[in-house]
């Protein structure tokens, strides 16, 4: 036994004078009590009587004596932290490395999987050596970085909170300088760059694997309404697998096949995504005896992949209907205001342009206005501003995307009012111009909205090369039609400020806003959605990647012993009383405490 607060001779020190101090006071007898009685006649025949001690008060007096000490015992010896379960009892100075990149999440055979083998192997490592060895855990996903060697308890910390990295960079951590023991526990596969002096501890052992190496959801470019999946599947495993490969999303959309792939090959498919409605699309694989399953699906977003029905209400603009006319995916109605009005708003489209003009109520669907009228759905007009400046815009917003405005002018806009809440936060994002004279504003209304504040035939922006770019972000934007963005597991960036993200069931995730973007941590292949005001961006997180797939390249040598015997789960679980016994003692204390206590009232001890 060692222990962590006090040396050895100043707990001997202590427990002698905690017995010394529990057998004096046992010893002592306490003074008697003066009492005034009548008379002493019976009182002196009485004490010339000696009471005889018989073997049992003796014994009850002993008992008494041993359980105070014991009490006393135990409350010293936990001040001093006693520690148990060294292997040994010299000093080291320990360091160990445990690789925590993807591939140590494969199963093998007894049940467990790589990293649950390298947790065990480090517990047991990090149990040697005495209470003065010092001792360091150190991963290779920078979940636990390099930092100076503690105790033993500090580090077995550290090894509780580390958890598998799907994604990332996983590398061999610089480590301090030492002339201690350095061990690193791995399977050899992600990870390699470890020193000659490193004991290797293998957890390495041969699985079968079927991953998805690469899926992504993009259109045809000489058909945009067209879009097509490309999916690759590769297989990892030492024997030829059969592999059933299923595609699920919105609607009725289904596609499955069946496939037989060789040790080693990869095969790719483009499917043809017809039959499948606007939404999130998923893929997954199933075969037998597959040892790592975060490779087996993935996920995208299929944009809407049908023409869009564009109603343009105008007075007449030969920009706009030549632009429209000339989009492929758009089937333009052309209507003048009273063609609107005397339809009472009961025209059917996807999105709606208004120019100079706005239905006294709002449209059912995403809009976009020049130079609208004042209307009770939209926010008031203040002036008409003659020949503003352009003061910036807002290249970082899908709506411009692309769009240059450096030589944009506006010979009269109107100054509108801003668009806030009760608590004075704005509910509209400010594309062009700023928060004295907005000249291109878009918010949610419910519907998305995309208001500009000047008609085109009052500046030179249909003749400008970047309008054809706007109008065809901006039907983008109203009509959401974006691919999802692609990221690994891990760390995730999106470049909306302030945004709030959610999984596919509507689960928030917690975020960690930055000047210019969000960030996010996705422990697991999904599909999020950003929303930053009326901006949304969808991510596909998704492993695809052909080394985290490849679970058997491992870079250790053959005559790299396999640490695979240790029993895993009893090493990952903690001991009831971890590796400091002062937890037990005060327990033992408590008990004994209350043993006396009934023992005393019962009179069978004094």
């Given at each position: ?8 001779a100043?707990?001997?020190?202590l427990l ?8 004096i006071l ?12 009548p008379?002493?006649?019976l009182?002196n025949?009485?004490l010339r ?16 004596l ?10 010293a010896?936990?001040l001093g932290r ?12 320990i360091?160990v ?34 209470a003065?060895?010092s ?28 958890t ?12 301090p ?38 899926f992504?959801i993009?259109?045809?470019?000489a ?6 999946a ?7 495993s ?7 490969v ?26 043809d ?9 998923r893929?997954?694989?199933?075969t ?9 699906y ?22 706009l209907e ?8 758009i089937?333009?109605?052309f ?18 342009i208004?120019d ?22 939209l ?16 290249t970082?917003?899908e709506v ?12 009269r ?9 009760a608590?004075?936060a704005?509910?509209a994002?400010i ?12 918010y ?12 085109l ?12 770019i ?12 974006h691919?999802?963005?692609a990221?690994?597991?891990g ?5 909306l400020p302030?945004a709030?993200?959610?999984?596919l069931?509507g689960?928030e ?17 999904g ?11 969808r ?11 490849a679970?058997?390249?491992?870079g250790f ?5 396999a ?8 090493a ?12 037990l ?8 405490i209350?043993?006396e206590?009934?023992t ?7």
């Amino acid at each position: 036994m060692s222990f962590l607060s006090l040396s050895p001779a100043m707990v001997g020190l202590l427990l002698a004078a905690t017995a010394a101090t529990v057998a004096i006071l046992y010893w002592l007898k306490p003074p008697p009590k003066r009492v005034v009685v009548p008379s002493t006649i019976l009182w002196n025949r009485l004490l010339r009587e000696k009471k005889k001690q018989t073997f049992l008060d003796r014994l009850r007096w002993w008992i008494s004596l041993m359980l105070a000490l014991a009490i006393g015992l135990s409350v010293a010896t936990a001040l001093g932290r006693p520690e148990v379960g060294a292997t040994g009892d010299e000093v080291r100075d320990i360091t160990v490395v445990i690789d925590n990149s993807a591939t140590m999440a494969t199963l093998t055979t007894d049940g467990f999987t790589r990293w649950e083998h390298a947790v065990s192997q480090a517990r047991a490592l990090l149990q040697q050596g005495s209470a003065g060895s010092s001792f360091l855990l150190v991963d290779t996903a920078g979940q636990a970085p390099p930092t100076e060697a503690a105790d033993r308890s500090a580090a077995l910390e550290v090894l509780s909170s580390l958890t598998v990295a799907l994604g990332g960079d996983s590398q061999f951590p610089l480590l301090p300088p030492s002339d201690g023991e350095l061990y690193f526990i791995s399977d050899g596969v992600m990870v390699d760059g470890a020193p000659p002096e490193a004991q290797i501890v293998s957890v390495f052992e041969a699985a079968d694997n079927v991953g998805i190496t690469a899926f992504e959801i993009r259109s045809v470019p000489a058909a945009p309404l067209t879009y097509q999946a490309f999916l690759e599947v590769t297989n990892a495993s030492p024997g030829p697998k059969e592999v059933s490969v299923r595609l699920s999303g919105s609607g009725s959309g289904r596609l499955g096949e069946t496939m037989t792939l060789q040790p080693g090959e990869s095969r790719g498919r483009t499917i043809d995504l017809s039959s499948f409605d606007r939404g999130p699309v998923r893929v997954a694989l199933t075969t037998d005896r597959d040892a790592f399953v975060a490779d087996d699906y993935a996920y995208s977003f299929l944009p809407v992949r049908r023409r869009t029905r564009v109603v343009l209400v105008s007075p007449g603009s030969i920009y706009l209907e030549r632009l429209l006319l000339l989009q492929p995916r758009i089937a333009l109605e052309f209507l003048t205001p009273d063609q609107y009005d005397r339809s009472s708003g009961g025209v059917a489209a996807d999105v709606f342009i208004f120019d100079r003009y706005a239905p006294p109520a709002a449209p059912a669907g995403p809009a976009l206005l020049f130079l609208p009228p004042d209307r009770p759905w939209l926010s008031p007009t203040l002036e008409i501003v003659d020949s503003p400046s352009v003061e910036g815009w807002d290249t970082s917003h899908e709506v411009l995307q692309f769009v240059s405005l450096e030589d944009l002018r506006v010979d009269r806009a109107a100054r509108i009012t801003p668009l806030i809440d009760a608590s004075g936060a704005d509910l509209a994002d400010i594309l062009v111009g700023n928060a004295t004279l907005p000249l291109v504003v878009a918010y949610e209304n419910p519907e998305k909205i995309l208001r500009v504040a000047f008609a085109l035939e009052d500046s030179n922006f249909p003749l400008q090369p970047a309008f054809p770019i706007f109008l065809s972000n901006a039907l983008s934007w109203m009509m959401d039609e974006h691919v999802a963005l692609a990221s690994p597991p891990g760390r995730v960036e999106v470049p909306l400020p302030g945004a709030t993200v959610a999984d596919l069931e509507g689960n928030e995730v917690t975020t960690w806003p930055l000047a210019d973007r969000t960030v996010f941590v996705a422990e697991k292949p999904g599909l999020y959605t950003a929303r930053s005001g009326s901006r949304r961006l969808r991510v596909a997180v998704n492993l695809a990647d052909p080394e985290r797939s490849a679970v058997n390249a491992t870079g250790f040598p053959p005559g790299t012993a396999a640490a695979t015997s240790t029993p895993p789960l009893a090493a990952v679980q903690p001991s009831v009383w971890g590796d400091e016994l002062w937890m037990l003692l005060l327990t033992i204390a408590v008990v004994l405490i209350i043993g006396e206590w009934f023992t005393y009232h019962r009179r069978l001890t004094v």
